[in-house]
């Protein structure tokens, strides 16, 4: 895993900027980044796995709402990946406006900054589990209505719209991509975002699975190489369409992650929890992935279960080092 | 003009609040709420024309940005019309992060002391002019892609998505009516906003027109009174549909409206002055209305011609009271 595919053109020597850098996404993106000759600063609020971080990333610490800091961390760069979130899908009891502040605001002085900056490119982590809401067809391709049923997917969507405004007034480039669930190695298992990594924690622990609703939503899960895998992509892709979903192409119940996860934890016979479901949550969600295939070398390369396996063994190995 | 008509649902006895009621379009629909028996209240930065209010209408001067003002008006409303925007389209040198907090956070702001108050429904402004962008058919259907290209328009797109979230989550009635060009009495010619009126008051006085670009850019023109009607259905409407457009169905050039105001005014002798264009203009946008003519006995029924006259006769009668 984490290899440098030969399909993907270079981005060898470019100043790159990974905000969220300190998370599970963006440590594999600036490791990346490293690893094809960029030079890589990552930027976000805690480095959760500092040990995991290539020593050849600058890491800065800084809030997103701390304009100046964020604005010394653009300085110079040439590509900034966006991946930052205040937020989560169907966080309860937090109200719509704190998402807006936090991450379209926030987003906004950002676009100001990287057009003072002469960014050359943002590159936009989106949301395919969210922006497009209860869908009327599956998989979703990237033309269908955009009705999001949480604040995190109208603020995700509002971003986009707000991309596509910079580039129309003052041309600053960006992609946007729409992702599925990402899983593997590195997700904490403790946040609301990342089911497997919570599971997995769980069951490799032999405790019950929790299961939100009946576990019948079905969700599109891709792994995390593959994602780094399309954003280094969205990096240097010239071609017309700045919006793109990034997802495996296929839809898993929660159901069946669950009994794959007991299957590799040896829990079968555990019982699961089932509590009740959230409003913020759609049935199904897999994505149409035919446009970003057709438009660029780009494929989901990691199965299901080679992912699971993989990541199941980083997080055997994590509990490991925790127990010494 | 002005008359209630036959078809529309009455609103008698409701207790209704015009956020933006100081303005053009909102001291019309707030004088027609109380023909129609209802009991309104305007509430607004500036009564543009205090003499225009009728006396039954209760005139609250705030902020938006004032939560405490705004919920002192909302308390106890059934319909609340949420009229306000403190940007135009295309304001040169505006950055969209300004919108943003005006716009955008007021009316999140808004609909949490809606949702406090038991509000029964919201029914919001939206733009047809703006949440397109440059559409790719024409007349623009609702089911166009929605790509604006001001922040106006993406702050209004923002708004319907947020409506729709807060409907989703908490049970919160809406309308969003994506309305066309507004012309009509009352219109403020010193507004960016509002071309006729602005043309209307040049020629009148004799002086040239100034038209922004080549002036072959095309506009679909509504009278204040239909997109009233349209306001008022919009309350009371309980079908699917929550978002519509309302324009008159048909587009006229820029230039086309100078020669109509010229003929009026008798300039036609005048040469206009062209300047250059705005990077917000859209070439095209006349709206599809067959949903909303479809949905509800709604249609556009003050001619172009009628109302041009109609709106000149006022501009005239104004012209006159100010040199008195």
Redesign the interface.
């Given at each position: 895993m984490s290899i440098v595919r030969a399909d993907i053109p270079t981005l060898d020597g470019a100043r790159c900027l990974v905000l969220g850098g300190g998370g599970f996404l963006g440590v594999h993106l600036a490791n990346a980044l490293v690893r094809q000759g960029a030079a890589a600063r990552a930027f976000g609020r805690t480095l959760t796995n500092p040990d995991e971080l290539d020593d050849r990333v600058c890491w800065s610490c800084g809030h997103f709402e701390d304009s100046a800091a964020v604005a010394e961390a653009v300085q110079g760069q040439e590509i900034v990946f966006h991946l930052l979130s205040g937020s989560v899908p169907g966080q309860p009891g937090q109200?719509?406006?704190s998402d807006?502040?936090m991450n379209?605001?926030g987003t906004?002085?950002l676009?100001?900054i990287c057009n003072a900056a002469a960014v050359r490119r943002v590159v936009f982590a989106s949301s395919g589990g969210t922006v497009y809401g209860t869908a009327d067809r599956c998989p979703i391709p990237e033309?269908a209505?955009?009705?999001?049923?949480?604040?995190y997917g109208?603020g995700k969507?509002?971003i986009e719209?707000?991309l596509?405004?910079?580039h129309?007034?003052y041309g600053l480039e960006y992609s946007a991509l729409r992702i599925a669930n990402v899983y593997g190695p590195l997700q904490s298992p403790l946040k609301r975002q990342g089911v497997v990594a919570a599971m997995l924690d769980r069951a490799l622990a032999g405790e019950p699975l929790e299961i939100w609703g009946t576990g019948e939503v079905v969700r599109d899960f891709v792994h995390v190489d593959d994602v780094v895998s399309a954003l280094l992509l969205a990096a240097t892709y010239d071609g017309p369409h700045r919006v793109m979903n990034v997802g495996s192409g296929a839809g898993l119940s929660i159901n069946q992650v669950a009994s794959d996860i007991e299957a590799i934890a040896g829990t079968s016979n555990v019982p699961r929890i089932y509590r009740a479901g959230r409003?913020?949550d759609v049935p199904v969600n897999i994505l149409d992935i035919s446009l970003i295939t057709r438009e660029t070398p780009w494929q989901p390369r990691c199965s299901w279960e080679d992912g699971l396996r993989d990541t199941a063994r980083w997080m055997a190995a994590r509990a490991r080092t925790r127990l010494v």
């Open positions: 109200k719509p406006i807006l502040e379209v605001s906004l002085r676009l100001d033309a209505a955009t009705d999001p049923i949480s604040a109208v969507l509002a719209k707000y596509a405004l910079y129309h007034l409003a913020a």
